[in-house]
């Protein structure tokens, strides 16, 4: 299982406040994992040490990009367009021989740290007591109970940066700041689902679970109630949905009229969200 683990550091977010963007860190075991790109925004991917990294693409592809090259174990990549349709690169490792293939898609800058770290498996002594240990950490924590993934969350978007403690079994994943359509369902006569946008801001994951930060706008003139019933998605999927305010003011009241709602779900974030709305 891929997992990516992330630092805070003393970086103002844009989005929210008390919330930091720092470099993003990916713990590779061979399977392929997606990586955003901008035109806004030179990324730089950085392999283990003492690696000699080549890219595989094709010259028509390159055509994509503005930046896609290599020194020692770095590539820097920045995509010609934010609207870059997923596709395939593979980077070998001219040292070790070992292939990392990654799926690459745009997205804008806003919506990406500008380091990703690509870390080998650590083998250190230990670390299978802690894959036994049924997802907990000192102090018996369970990081796969809704209730405490949910206070982590909404700790992480609203409490002050000095205050926030990362927890080193639930690793940040990027998002993609695109608005989500088709979020909320009206029922019981209401239309107010019609007035909400909902855009992802931060995301996590554990070793079951993700959990992902949701800012909910209402964008009508007048003030609107939201209910966690509105959320139009397979409770299969779905497994737990908390608004920080239930009451949003009207658009012109600003701040006042949005929240963030957490919500707990089984599959990853693009699949979750955006392939229902394909009807995949």
């Not at 630092?7 to 930091?20: D, I, K, N, V, Y």
Request: charged fraction near 20%; proline fraction near 4%; glycine fraction near 8%.
């Amino acid at each position: 299982m891929m997992k990516r683990l992330m630092r805070f550091f003393a970086l103002s977010c844009c989005l929210m406040p008390g919330m930091a963007f720092a470099d993003e860190h990916i713990n590779w075991d061979g399977t392929p994992v997606d990586i955003s790109v901008s035109s806004g925004l030179e990324r730089q991917i950085v392999f283990p040490s003492g690696s000699s990294i080549a890219i595989g693409v094709s010259g028509q592809s390159m055509a994509n990009y503005k930046t896609l090259s290599s020194v020692d174990n770095r590539v820097f990549i920045q995509a010609v367009n934010d609207d870059l349709a997923r596709e395939k690169i593979i980077f070998k490792d001219q040292v070790s021989g070992r292939n990392y293939v990654v799926y690459v898609s745009g997205v804008k800058a806003e919506g990406v740290d500008p380091i990703v770290n690509v870390h080998l498996p650590k083998k250190a002594e230990g670390m299978e007591s802690v894959k036994s240990s049924g997802s907990q950490e000192g102090g018996g924590q369970n990081i796969n109970s809704y209730p405490f993934l949910t206070r982590y969350v909404f700790q992480h978007v609203y409490s002050p940066e000095r205050l926030v403690k990362d927890h080193s079994l639930i690793n940040r994943v990027s998002v993609e700041p695109i608005a989500i359509k088709n979020l909320f369902g009206c029922f019981g006569g209401s239309v107010a689902c019609t007035s909400l946008i909902a855009t992802p801001i931060v995301s996590y994951r554990t070793d079951q679970f993700y959990a992902t930060a949701i800012e909910v706008k209402n964008i009508s003139d007048y003030a609107v109630e939201v209910d966690a019933r509105m959320i139009a998605r397979s409770p299969r999927d779905l497994l737990a949905a908390t608004f920080m305010h239930h009451r949003l003011l009207p658009a012109n009241e600003g701040k006042k009229a949005g929240t963030v709602l957490v919500m707990i779900h089984k599959r990853p974030l693009r699949e979750f969200f955006y392939d229902q709305e394909l009807g995949r």
